[in-house]
């Protein structure tokens, strides 16, 4: 996998005020995410390059941190309250490092298994206020296994104005709880057009909300938009995905509100034949509820 040299080496360079270490900064293929380098996460960070990292995770959507070899639970906690409070609303696996780490793995032993394999979402969509942030730490790598990422500026700005003003019209209800979310809303943060959903925990979707031509979907019309979107995120061999291939010691920040993201198959192969994957998670609550 190939990057190119953004221009943005300089803040980050800047910001470390003459540190030793040099900081670097790429884009990720798909143009979602940023790789950064020289910068160590299991050492304190300054108040300026925190809210760099908070402004970088809005503009960028992911922002990849390299090299960080082994973050402890605690450490992993500690760096996502920068962003906010924790929610933590998952099974508590036993091999968890600490009550706030969600472990994930291709073996129960060691975490909890098939987590984000039932379609292409954002976390905690089902919630009143979704998830601001997710954080991620892959602490055993796997020969395969990653996670696709689809940026949401992008798919929409790749639909049709005849689709795109369809989506417009619809609002999703959560298959466990009565949560109607709008399919499309203005990111609170970045006043961009954003995207809920969880396609395989959407009960139905409902078009035109809240007027009185609002109208419920059934099953066969749910399936339908539900495969249409699906769609639009893999089409033309998956132009739009970020598949991010783990690499040991990567720590990621998710603004997961602009992003959508799956695990792909290979997450769930066999240790047997790919090795032990283990990534620990943690997601910050959420502070609004999406809105048009
Ligand atoms: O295992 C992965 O790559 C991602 C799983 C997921 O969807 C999550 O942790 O939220
Ligand atoms: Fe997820």
Not at 4 to 32: D, F, Q, V
Not at 52 to 73: A, E, M, N, P, T
Request: net charge positive; proline share 5%; with cysteine.
């Amino acid at each position: 996998m190939s990057f190119s040299k953004s221009k943005l080496l300089l803040p980050w360079t800047a910001l470390r005020c003459g540190c030793e270490m040099a900081s670097s900064i790429a884009h990720t293929p798909a143009k979602i995410g940023i790789e950064v380098r020289g910068v160590d996460l299991k050492s304190e960070q300054s108040k300026d390059i925190i809210e760099k990292i908070k402004s970088d995770v809005h503009k960028h959507r992911l922002v990849i941190f390299k090299d960080q070899g082994q973050i402890s639970g605690a450490r992993h906690v500690q760096i996502s309250e920068w962003f906010g409070d924790i929610e933590s609303t998952f099974y508590k696996h036993p091999k968890s490092p600490h009550p706030d780490v969600f472990r994930v793995s291709n073996d129960e032993r060691e975490g909890c298994r098939n987590v984000g394999r039932t379609g292409w979402h954002i976390d905690g969509s089902f919630m009143m206020e979704p998830f601001n942030y997710a954080i991620y730490h892959m602490v055993s790598i796997p020969k395969t296994g990653a996670t696709a990422f689809i940026g949401f500026e992008e798919l929409l700005n790749s639909l049709s104005p005849e689709r795109r003003a369809s989506w417009e019209r619809l609002w999703m209800v959560g298959n466990s709880r009565d949560v109607v979310h709008p399919l499309i809303y203005s990111h609170p943060v970045t006043r961009k057009p954003v995207l809920c959903f969880h396609l395989g925990m959407i009960g139905c979707f409902i078009w035109n909300y809240g007027s009185k031509h609002q109208r419920v979907t059934d099953r066969k019309e749910t399936i339908k938009i539900l495969q249409e979107i699906h769609g639009e995120i893999v089409k033309e061999d998956e132009k739009l995905v970020y598949k991010h291939n783990w690499e040991p010691g990567d720590f990621i920040i998710s603004d997961n509100r602009a992003v959508g993201h799956e695990a792909t198959p290979e997450t769930q192969f066999p240790v047997s034949d790919v090795g032990l994957r283990v990534l620990h998670r943690t997601t910050l609550a959420g502070t609004s509820k999406p809105k048009k």
